[in-house]
């Protein structure tokens, strides 16, 4: 009986699977903050819930982040950005993504009928010319610890952007996933998509939009939200319970604690540069080796990745690029991944 996404394969240690380490998830911790909501709240926490989302966890979210917009509690990232694309776009309309970035966001957008425009998000001359040319309703970025290359699009961009017009929807699911120092915010964000995803769980299926209060209406008024009320309602209210007790802080500090040690295993055994947080590895392959062509040599010697062109719209880049995700793996096994990377890639190399 299959439960759950992730797949093992025998013999391959994975670092394609941008999946938190299950030892990670905080069951108990959990269980305390569901059980202390149905103590609080009664029925209120198992029916309809209010349609923007339950105020106890948008007030907490808003306190957190500091955002001064509206908030509208979602199923996570990935379905803020289907609601904020479905509000915001009609089939036909073009939207720029960054390029590369996060390869499902491509899908989400085009189930709705938009045409993707790949941009370099860094480079606002760029971005401009097409705003100019094409009139994108929105520039898609990961700007914090970017899935797939955990770099952060600096805060003065940012807003050269936002002076030029350019409303960015900012998918931000690991601001808080920090190595060593916070990293910076903008005041001016316009659409921002949380998630608890990496944070909590991707199983509570759990995030908000942060938007203009107009936006946020907009969601709220949707036929689906007006029919079933705010979206996962009882998990969005334990949520709040599990934010407010503390156990949220407790829990991201030893996320920290524990994905840093994952990263400096990954980069330490294959000398490459430690991204400044988030999940995710992006290793440069040396000259003469592709980067789809090495994976089912990847794989004959016991480990896999997620080669660079996926993260490009029509894999036009990233030849020379894989995406290493050290989330899912202890960091022995990272460490033994790694060598198994380097002996395929020396084997393509001829060495
Ligand atoms: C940039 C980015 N956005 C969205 C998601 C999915 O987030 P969620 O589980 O909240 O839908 C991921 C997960 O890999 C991601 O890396």
Known sequence: MTIVQFEHRDGILDLGWGHPLPSLLPTGAWAAASEATLRTYGWKALTYGHEPGPGPLREWIAERTGEVGATFVTAGASHGLALITQVLTRPGDVVMVDSPTYHYAFKILTDLGVELVPVHADDPDEVRSVQTKRQPRFLYVVPTFSNPTGASLSVEIRQIHASNGVT????????????????????????????????????????????????????????????????????????AEFGRSGAFDRHVQLLRDRYRQHRDALADALDADRPAGGWFLWLKLPEGVDAESLLPVAEQ????????????????????????????????????AARRLRVAIRSVLGQ
């Open 301 to 336: 010697h016991g480990t896999s990745f997620v080669p660079g062109p996926a993260f490009f719209v029509d894999r036009q880049g990233g030849h020379d690029h894989v995406r290493l995700s050290f989330s899912h793996l202890p960091p022995a096994e990272l460490t033994e």
């Open 168 to 239: 960015l929807v900012e998918d931000d699911p690991y601001n808080e996933l920090y190595y060593e120092t916070p990293p910076p915010r903008t005041d001016k964000t316009q659409i921002r998509l949380g998630s608890f995803a990496k944070t909590v769980a991707p199983g509570l299926r759990l995030g908000w939009i942060t938007a203009t209060p107009d936006i946020v209406t907009r969601l709220a008024h949707l036929g689906y939200v007006h029919s079933g009320g705010g979206v996962n309602h009882t998990t969005a209210l334990t949520m």
